[in-house]
């Protein structure tokens, strides 16, 4: 069985500031990783995804992400937050036979000029 | 190019009413077909995916149902909607081909039950 936990429901930064979020996962094979930004009245977008290649994952809007495989995580970070990063973020994973993608709970970010 | 289009946008249903939201892609041949759902306060749950015509595989127990009556329409279904069911429904496609591909996901239904 496949799980991800997103520590944090709501983060709140200042523009210009760290953007730091948080996903452990759990997976009994090679996992393939997700973030996934929903903006306000908008469906899902891909940000990124870690498919077993390079450790440090870099997505549209300058975030990244790197797999830790010692820590299972997969955290998100941007250096410089923009008022246009407002969103909820979601951590995904996937693997194995299938194509389902298992969501975590979500992070609503909200950054404060 | 390819597009999915998802309606209603919202819904207002009482309980004890049926349901049908109704998911159509555009521009691609036999694609993987999923119905999540995003209740509030809480994250994206798979309730169902398709890998063809009339094959459904169900991920939680529910009051939902669902059918692939054509390679590129998704239906979701209810006969009586009950409180729990509202939520935001969101359909999503992925190629046929190749495992972990990322989704596409439709725009939603924003479902309230009343």
């Known amino acids: 069985a496949q799980s991800v936990t997103q520590l944090g429901s709501h983060v709140s930064v200042s523009e210009g500031a760290l953007v730091l979020l948080r996903c452990n996962y759990s997976s009994s094979v090679p996992p393939y990783l997700f973030w996934y930004v929903q903006y306000p009245n908008q469906g899902l977008q891909l940000l990124l995804k870690?498919?077993?290649?390079?450790?440090l994952v870099k997505g549209i809007n300058g975030f990244e992400a790197e797999f830790k495989k010692s820590e299972t995580s997969f955290h998100l970070t941007k250096p410089s937050a923009h008022m246009s990063d407002a969103a909820e973020y979601f951590c995904a994973v996937t693997g194995g036979a299938t194509n389902k993608l298992i969501f975590g709970t979500g992070t609503l970010l909200a950054v404060q000029p | 190019s390819q597009t999915i289009h998802q309606w209603p946008a919202t819904l207002v249903q009482p309980v004890g009413s049926p349901l049908s939201l109704e998911c159509t892609v555009e521009g691609t041949s036999n694609p993987n077909l999923y119905w999540y759902r995003q209740a509030a306060g809480r994250g994206l749950q798979l309730l169902f995916y398709s890998v063809g015509i009339g094959q459904i595989s169900s991920e939680v127990p529910q009051n939902l149902s669902a059918s692939r009556p054509q390679d590129r329409q998704f239906i979701l279904s209810s006969k009586k909607l009950l409180l729990s069911d509202s939520g935001f429904y969101l359909c999503a496609w992925s190629p046929p081909s190749g495992l972990n591909e990322k989704l596409f996901f439709g725009s939603g239904t924003q479902l309230s039950v009343l």
């Open positions: 870690y498919t077993s290649a390079a450790t």
